[in-house]
């Protein structure tokens, strides 16, 4: 057995006997006409009654697994991933419970508003996968408060080690937003303060349309992360909106995803000012010009060229009035 297998089962301890007797449907007696049907109305309600007070007994104890209809089952209050149920993996999950069935149950609690329906502490896409297939889901309902579900649906993440760095980051941030106290995000995470404030802090600097964007890019750790967010804040200008709604970008898987931001926010390469000089037809330089990315200078040599300087500032404006009059389209 696996020692993630190892790890869900004591999470789920103890997990033992099977459904009770009460939750098997009794073939009724063969009957006729009106007390056929009244007899059957009355074994629905007594059944129904029985089941759901085995259920709740089930519930109280936190021992057995039960079938759930997915219908009846909500997503946890705080979502975790960015791939949704598109990924190859989840294919792969799918295709695998269609052929060997549910393995380990889900985590659920009772619902918390909603009568009748449960909540996932874990177990996301195993839910996601078996109600596409149409079957029931097995599943563990155990009471928890918020923090509870919290720390579940973070240890569980932990014990896959498949979430990203980003996921992680933006999990924590979307339960600090809910007011989740530290200490438990803490514990979800299972990270040290200062990695937190870290987390968060990158998570923070980045658009989060950007993030679901990019996705979770799987290869990307922090380091890479961080830059992006100092590229961000360097970069004001850059469309990234208008790049990652591009067809072409949406091909990309979601590491590549992250490359061509990381490529289109990249700092500016600042151009090597050229230099050049202004030489008169027998050979006296009497000007030096610098060309930069955004400005050029004239400097005019004085002893070289007396007066020059002021003449050619006098003239500039009906020079650039030439000049521009020279780049105007004919309208005749």
């Known amino acids: 057995m696996s020692k993630r297998r190892d790890a869900m089962r004591d999470m789920l301890a103890p997990i033992t006997g099977r459904a009770s007797e009460a939750m ?20 629905s309600l007594t059944q129904d009654a029985v089941a759901a007070e085995a259920l709740r007994a089930q519930i109280a104890a936190g021992a057995a697994i039960v079938e759930l209809d997915p219908a009846d089952i909500e997503a946890s209050f705080v979502k975790d991933r960015l791939d949704g149920f598109a990924s190859q993996d989840f294919l792969e999950l799918q295709e695998s419970l269609s052929q060997h069935g549910q393995i380990l149950p889900v985590l659920v609690r009772p619902h918390p508003t909603s009568r ?7 177990g996301h896409r195993r839910v996601e996968a078996i109600r596409r297939l149409g079957l029931k889901v097995k599943a563990v309902v155990r009471e928890l408060d918020d923090d509870g579900l919290i720390v579940a649906q973070g240890k569980e993440n932990l014990e896959r080690k498949d979430l990203s760095f980003i996921e992680r980051a933006l999990f924590g941030l979307r339960l600090e937003e809910r007011g989740v106290k530290r200490e438990t995000i803490l514990a979800a995470l299972s990270v040290h303060k200062g990695n937190l404030s870290t987390m968060i802090s990158i998570v923070r600097s980045i658009p989060e349309a950007l993030i679901i964007a990019i996705g979770p890019a799987p290869k990307i750790g922090r380091p890479r992360w961080e830059q992006l967010a100092a590229n961000l804040a360097a970069r004001k200008d850059v469309d990234w909106m208008g790049l990652v709604n591009t067809p072409s970008y949406e091909k990309l898987s979601s590491d590549e995803r992250f490359e061509k931001v990381m490529r289109e926010t990249a700092p500016r390469r600042v151009r090597p000012e ?3 000089h202004v030489v008169t037809k027998t050979g006296i330089k ?14 005019i040599d004085e002893q070289r060229a007396p007066e020059f300087a002021a003449y050619l500032v006098d003239r500039l404006p009906e020079l650039l009035e030439t000049f521009q009059a020279q780049r105007r389209p004919d309208k005749n």
Do not use: C, D, W
């Open 116 to 122: 009748g329906k449960y909540q996932i502490a874990f």
């Open 274 to 276: 050229a230099h050049s």
């Open 286 to 299: 009497f000007a030096e010009i610098e060309r930069g990315a955004r400005k050029t200078r004239l400097v």
């Open 24 to 43: 098997r449907q009794a073939k009724p007696a063969v009957q006729s006409g009106a007390l056929l049907s009244m007899n059957r109305a009355f074994e």
